[in-house]
């Protein structure tokens, strides 16, 4: 996992000027595949999850999860329609916050590192980054400015952060991520991040905490995935025939998609790290007639809880 990343960036940087070359409709066909493929399984295995973690036993717990998880991710489509520029805002805001969680759990300090993911591609490839945005929500061009000017910052912000817990290992990712970023452009620096460093790392801990192996878990993953690729496509496909640009369509569809599905995978794992609110999630979907008299179904709230992932450093 770690490796891969590691190798695949400095294998980018030193092909920059290749990659520099290839049509945009070929590097927007690759990532898309690319992110699709390796990247929304390790979201779609949230049903198993929540099932797991919170004790969804049974057909309409399940149901009334799903009908939560799905109108999460309605209301932040919503929201790209009705505000898109607030909207991009706050899916990078939150987007910020939840790639951070790949080094450290804490909130404030997740915030200082996923910054730093979300605001490097824009220090050299700003004008790209314009071009997403716009893709997005019709003109991108100060929010890319902003992420811009906030870069240094972040930067700044993430090198504190990873000197006062001497976190090595967070330095050599997050730098092997900055270089990737200042070389090639913004759609390939978050393929290879997404697919082979974060997707990875938050599977595995599923799939530690739900005791499955990778076989079990692609085919546990495969129909959600596959879901939310058709939705993707199908989104695409319709833009494209209103006029837009494919290129763009593609654009749209993949980042106003993952903006929507990671409002619920975000609320998700943050429950799930949380006995609070994990129990009271379950008193939500589990009304007390249905875990039985002793209010805890078949399993207990203990064992329930032992099922969420390992919280990070």
Known sequence: MRRSFLATSLACVAAAAWLARLPDAAVWALTAVAVVAGGLPHGALDTRLARRTLGLDGAAPLVRFLALYVALAAAMALFFVTT??????????????????????????????????????????????????????????????????????????????????????????????????????????????????????????????????????????????????????????????AGLAWDDAVARALFVGLACLTVPHMTLEMVTERPALASWARRVLVPSVERGEDGLGRRGTDEVMEARPATRR
Not at 121 to 149: K, Q, S, W
């Open 84 to 241: 898109p520029v607030a909207a991009l805002v706050a899916f990078l805001t939150y987007a910020a916050v939840h790639f951070g969680r790949d080094w450290d759990a804490r909130l404030s300090a997740a915030a200082v590192l996923g910054a730093v993911v979300v605001t490097a591609p824009a220090v050299r490839f700003e004008a790209e980054v314009a071009a997403i945005f716009t893709a997005m929500t019709g003109d991108g061009t100060a929010v890319a400015a902003a992420l811009a000017a906030l870069a240094p910052f972040a930067a700044g912000g993430a090198l504190t952060v990873i000197l006062l817990r001497r976190d090595a290992a967070a330095g050599v990712e997050l730098g092997a991520y900055g270089m990737l970023a200042l070389a090639v452009r913004p759609e390939i620096a978050f393929a290879v991040y997404f697919v082979l460093l974060h997707s990875p790392r938050h599977t595995r801990e599923v799939c530690e905490a739900l005791r499955l192996s990778t076989t079990d878990a692609a085919r546990a993953a495969a129909p959600y995935a596959a879901a939310a690729a058709l939705a993707g496509c199908a989104a695409a496909a319709s833009w494209a025939g």
